[in-house]
């Protein structure tokens, strides 16, 4: 898999709404589950969500749920992060990557990490 490229972060208000895009290059990208992750300053990378290979199925962290969508166009190479009642707890640089492993939320079983797409949520 190639390289990865988050887009779409911001300043937003809380209770707003923002989708963030991470486009893939690379011809094997519908081969592999992709994921969200997040990195408040002075914490740990954490996860968010992943989509598998497909886009038939997916899963959230506990924070996220009910209030994040993820989704997948293979046919652009690209995967969505629709993030709706935002809240300032969500402030993060946003990272998505590549596994394998559908169904991880572990860090170390993803790769090929993009840049990132700083996300700042006020109060």
């Known amino acids: 898999q190639g390289q990865l490229v988050e887009s779409g972060g911001g300043l937003v208000q809380a209770g707003d709404s923002l989708r963030l895009s991470c486009a893939a290059s690379?011809?094997?990208?519908?081969?592999?589950?992709a994921g969200w992750f997040r990195q408040a300053p002075g914490k740990e990378r954490e996860f968010v969500s992943a989509?598998?290979?497909?886009?038939?199925?997916?899963y959230y962290a506990d924070s996220v749920k009910g209030r994040f969508t993820i989704s997948r166009d293979n046919a652009k190479n690209t995967v969505y992060l629709q993030m709706s009642s935002l809240k300032p707890e969500d402030t993060a640089v946003y990272y998505c990557?590549?596994?394998?492993?559908?169904?991880?939320?572990?860090?170390?079983?993803?790769?090929?990490w993009g840049q990132g797409t700083q996300v700042t949520v006020s109060s």
């Open positions: 989509i598998s290979a497909s886009g038939t199925s997916t």
């Open positions: 990557a590549v596994t394998l492993l559908y169904g991880s939320a572990r860090r170390a079983d993803f790769r090929s």
């Open positions: 690379g011809r094997t990208f519908s081969s592999y589950a």
